[in-house]
């Protein structure tokens, strides 16, 4: 049997390939391309990106390993096959990188809900002292435990420190800044007063038994200002206009019925109703008092949210400050929604901020996991 004859050219070209295959794998690569090189998306969503290296001649380099990375996993994930999926609300820098060189593409991420701002009013109610177990499922507190169940539950939400100050200011500031309840020094760090302002977005925080409209002193009577931080941060002590957002929350009732409620609202109860100087029971007549009417109100029941938690755990120091209950109240919350996610006040603070659209966040609240898990798309 005779072999198939080659011709002489087409052996020729096969030859020179051959040999310049050694050197074409050994071209370095110049640069790396992402596409597409930005994009938009809502928590939850996925996109698959693709990079492409080249040589400094710009010809594409097949066969070259790629390493995914994202620079904040907190806001997007990405693969090792480029895969990235949306957190919660920011933006993250996605890099790919062969043999040394990089390239990006900005993956900007919003609530799901609808656009960037998808609430617009947000409102928290901080209460005292007590563990998890002794508020989920007490019959101390039927409505709180009532909204629990209708709406959304975080199970495995933790305080960050003891006692009291380092966790509010964890809220303000996505810092504990101190542990020390008498602490007086105006703090100058990042905080959410500073991050609402420079978003254009209205703040108060309501505190009960306030004794005058910016009132920035020590405690008087059942008010605490280790409660109200609000009241030590520099946007706000050291800013004649933004004092006058410290109230009494006698304001609050004034407000929600004239229909005048701030983007941002904090609410802060006495040393009475908010359980630390007295029972559960009297926490729960005081939501159930203060709370359902602003539940019940046109405001809330078209762009509300509302986040009611404990500052830290009364006998329990895991992850800092111990499990403490945290619920949230929204219509467009998923109903009976229960988180198994671990979660620490940073979280709430980026929940506060992006829910109004905001995506730059004080400390670790940049880094925090999102809370987009309790909203529907």
């Known amino acids: 049997m005779s072999l198939p004859r080659v011709r002489p050219a087409i052996l020729a070209v096969a030859l020179v390939a051959a040999c310049e295959l050694p050197s074409r794998l050994g071209i370095p690569v110049a640069s790396v391309s992402i596409a597409p090189s930005s994009a938009s998306l809502r928590v939850g969503d996925t996109l698959r990106l693709s990079a492409t290296p080249r040589d400094s001649s710009g010809n594409i380099l097949a066969g070259r390993s790629i390493a995914w990375t994202s620079d904040s996993s907190a806001v997007a994930t990405v693969t090792a096959s480029g895969l990235v999926r949306a957190v919660a609300a920011g933006t993250s820098t996605i890099r790919a990188t062969s043999e040394g060189k990089a390239g990006t593409a900005t993956v900007t991420v919003a609530m799901s809900g609808?656009?960037?701002?998808?609430?617009?009013?947000?409102?928290?109610v901080t209460e005292e002292n007590h563990d998890y177990a002794s508020v989920i499922g007490s019959s101390s507190m039927p409505y709180l435990n009532g909204l629990a169940q209708q709406y959304g539950l975080a199970t495995q939400y933790y305080a960050n420190t003891h006692p009291s100050i380092g966790n509010y200011f964890m809220l303000a500031t996505g810092q504990i800044i101190t542990n020390n309840d008498s602490y007086s020094t105006i703090v100058t760090?990042?905080?959410?007063?500073?991050?609402?302002l420079a978003a254009g977005k209205s703040w108060k925080s309501y505190a009960e038994d306030l004794p005058a409209v910016g009132y920035t002193g020590g405690d008087v009577g059942n008010y605490a200002r280790k409660h109200n931080v609000f009241a030590l941060l520099s946007d706000v002590a050291s800013d004649s206009t933004e004092?006058?957002?410290?109230?009494?929350?006698?304001?609050?009732?004034t407000d929600l019925a004239n229909g005048t409620l701030p983007d941002f609202s904090n609410i802060v109860p006495n040393l009475c109703n908010d359980a630390h100087d007295c029972s559960l029971g009297t926490a729960d007549t005081w939501l159930g008092n203060n709370i359902a009417p602003l539940l019940a109100s046109p405001t809330f029941q078209q762009d509300g949210l509302l986040i009611i938690l404990f500052d830290e755990a009364g006998s329990d120091n895991t992850h800092g400050g111990g499990r403490i209950a945290w619920v949230v109240v929204s219509p467009r919350a998923k109903m009976g929604y229960q988180s198994t996610t671990l979660h620490q006040h940073e979280s709430t603070l980026r929940l506060i901020l992006e829910a109004l659209g905001v995506t730059q966040f004080p400390g670790v609240a940049a880094t925090a996991p999102g809370m987009g898990e309790f909203f529907t798309p």
């Open 189 to 196: 760090v990042d905080n959410v007063v500073r991050r609402l």
């Open 114 to 124: 609808g656009g960037t701002a998808p609430f617009g009013h947000v409102f928290i």
């Open 243 to 253: 004092r006058r957002n410290l109230v009494p929350f006698t304001q609050f009732a």
